[in-house]
């Protein structure tokens, strides 16, 4: 079994063989990453305090984000570097800018590009108008440089070079990703939960379709591929937003596809919707048909592509999911 990194406003919750370990308290922990190449070294964003860097598998953490141009860090990637260089870290924020680190977080550079493309002027967050962020980056594990930047909210974008060039939005595409994820046995391909709906991609970004057939809750917050079968997605999702995030009013449900066909409803194991927040979902690639989801209830695994789940037993501090979770990362230590 894993362990498990997980974001809270709290703190960033560290699982080890069933034992909870608070870190980052009071720091407000909103996105996770780790370098694959040396999962010692894994980076936490934080809701106005920067990024934080471990090199001992978080069990302790410094600041590293000197650099980046604001300290909300709202989204944190890691490109695998394939030996045993550090992975290449990238960090996006709030306003929307991203930065690119390729000495583990020692220094970092802005990725000005970015916020030159044509639709940069019409990003906007609803809550705060005024602004917007990058939500989430996801690296291309099977084309070197090739990464994908979603803006919350406007755009999903795209570049083939590590950042230094960027290709805008496209018509039919989500403009509200949430999660995104690629698949290493299936280059090309990319997945988004968005508040817009479910979207995929074939071509790298370059068309998409909106297979939403199935689904009873279309503003989507997680994503996950089956490490053994890219036709084999998990989504967590709600009726809106007002009801995917707060443990007080939340109401979310899981679903999953296979093969193409429509989605199905997978809550089997699960609690009921009604007080559950949209769960943060993770996988492992050496651990195909599994999927672990985190919400205000705990840590679910499912071992049979997503049909089922199983509550993982772990005794969890009173009070630490009071205000839902922001990120999952399972790893092995």
Not at 2 to 11: L, Q
Not at 181 to 187: E, F, I, Q, R
Not at 259 to 280: C, D, H, I, K, Q
């Amino acid at each position: 079994m894993p362990s498990f990194a997980i974001a809270t406003k709290g703190a960033l919750l560290l699982v080890r063989q069933g034992n909870v370990e608070q870190h980052l308290q009071g720091l407000a922990p909103e996105s996770i990453s780790l370098d694959e190449t040396d999962p010692t070294r894994q980076y936490v964003g934080t809701s106005g305090n920067g990024l934080w860097r471990s090199s001992d598998t978080g069990r302790s953490w410094e600041p590293a984000g000197a650099g980046i141009p604001h300290s909300e860090i709202t989204a944190v990637a890691v490109e695998r570097a394939g030996d045993a260089r550090p992975g290449v870290v990238y960090a996006g924020t709030e306003p929307s800018t991203l930065s690119r680190s390729d000495d583990a977080g020692e220094t970092w550079r802005e990725l000005t590009a970015l916020m030159d493309l044509p639709s940069a002027t019409s990003w906007s967050f609803p809550p705060k108008p005024e602004t917007h962020h990058v939500r989430w980056i996801e690296v291309d594990p099977t084309v070197e440089g090739r990464l994908y930047v979603a803006i919350e909210a406007g755009a999903l974008v795209r570049s083939t070079d590590g950042g230094d060039t960027w290709q805008d939005r496209v018509s039919g595409g989500p403009i509200d990703t949430h999660t995104a994820a690629t698949h290493p046995a299936a280059s090309g391909r990319l997945y988004s939960a968005a508040g817009d709906g479910y979207f995929e991609s074939d071509d790298g970004g370059d068309s998409w379709s909106r297979p939403m057939d199935g689904l009873q809750h279309g503003y989507l917050v997680g994503v996950a591929v089956d490490p053994g079968d890219p036709d084999t997605v998990v989504v967590s999702g709600a009726s809106g937003p007002y009801l995917a995030y707060r443990p007080s009013n939340a109401e979310a449900y899981m679903y999953r596809r296979m093969g193409g066909r429509p989605f199905e409803l997978a809550m089997e194991g699960l609690p009921n919707g009604r007080g559950t927040v949209a769960s943060r979902l993770a996988t492992r690639a050496d651990e195909p048909g599994v999927f672990y989801a985190a919400n205000n209830h705990g840590l679910f695994r499912s071992k049979d592509g997503g049909v089922s789940w199983k509550a993982l037993e772990i005794a969890w501090p009173d009070g630490v999911f009071r205000r839902g979770v922001d990120a999952l990362i399972a790893f092995l230590e």
